[in-house]
């Protein structure tokens, strides 16, 4: 699976939209971007993937630039619920056992 | 609720001791994980299971022996133990590969902490 870079860390404000980016410059052609978040002490969340077609659902957007060589998640109204580290990662979309490959992720930190 | 439910959440062991960490999953999947999370580490795969037939083991010592008796159970039996060994163990399930409907997302459990003394 493709390796992805992440920012360690960012603050946003409460109400804002969080824009948070992905690296992915090795991607290959039938390599899905997802995310998840993981709240403190949780297990990770599943909040989106896409292909190469921008993609959107009730918790967040996600951009693919045309290259496929980096992506954006986009959380719209950021809550304080929405503080948590949050993680990109490429992988074949059916590979046998699905399996998924954990950086270290962005933590998210939404202040009031 | 994830659909995967995780016991115990806490668990206290000697190094001696013979323990088990259990999962289970309510949502029809055939391919169930088992991740390993320490403090200040990215999570790491341990095993994975599709169709109740362990298809990765990442070079887990041997003494955390997974086992897999249907699709909607899994196990964590853990035996002498090091403090190093002290972290989240996280169990996550989804369809397998072959599901039309398979989005490739992990359904995780909310894990089952454990520390060796």
């Known amino acids: 699976d493709a390796k992805t870079t992440q920012p360690p860390s960012m603050d946003c404000a409460e109400g804002r939209a969080a824009n948070l980016p992905c690296n992915h410059s090795?991607?290959?052609?039938?390599?899905?971007v997802y995310w998840y978040r993981q709240i403190h002490s949780q297990g990770p969340q599943y909040i989106i993937h896409g292909l190469k077609n921008n993609e959107t659902n009730e918790m967040a957007s996600l951009i693919i630039t045309e290259d496929r060589k980096s992506s954006t998640l986009i959380l719209p109204h950021a809550t304080l619920r929405d503080t948590a580290v949050y993680y990109c990662?490429?992988?074949?979309?059916?590979?046998?056992?699905?399996?998924?490959?954990f950086g270290g992720g962005t933590r998210v930190l939404v202040k009031p | 609720e994830t659909g995967v439910t995780q016991t115990p959440r806490h668990l206290v062991m000697g190094m001696t001791n013979k323990k088990s960490l259990k999962c289970e999953q309510h949502?029809?999947?055939?391919?169930m994980y088992w991740y390993k999370q320490s403090a200040k580490k990215p999570l790491e795969l341990m095993f994975v299971y599709s169709l109740e037939e362990r298809v990765e083991n990442n070079s887990v010592p041997s003494r955390f022996s997974p086992e897999c008796p249907n699709s909607s159970h899994l196990f964590l039996h853990l035996h002498t133990l090091q403090p190093e060994d002290s972290a989240l163990y996280l169990c996550a399930s989804s369809p397998t590969g072959t599901a039309v409907f398979d989005t490739g997302e992990l359904f995780f459990g909310e894990g089952s902490r454990l520390t060796v003394l």
């Open positions: 090795t991607i290959s052609g039938n390599e899905y």
């Open positions: 990662i490429v992988r074949v979309g059916r590979a046998a056992g699905n399996k998924l490959t």
């Open positions: 949502l029809g999947h055939n391919a």
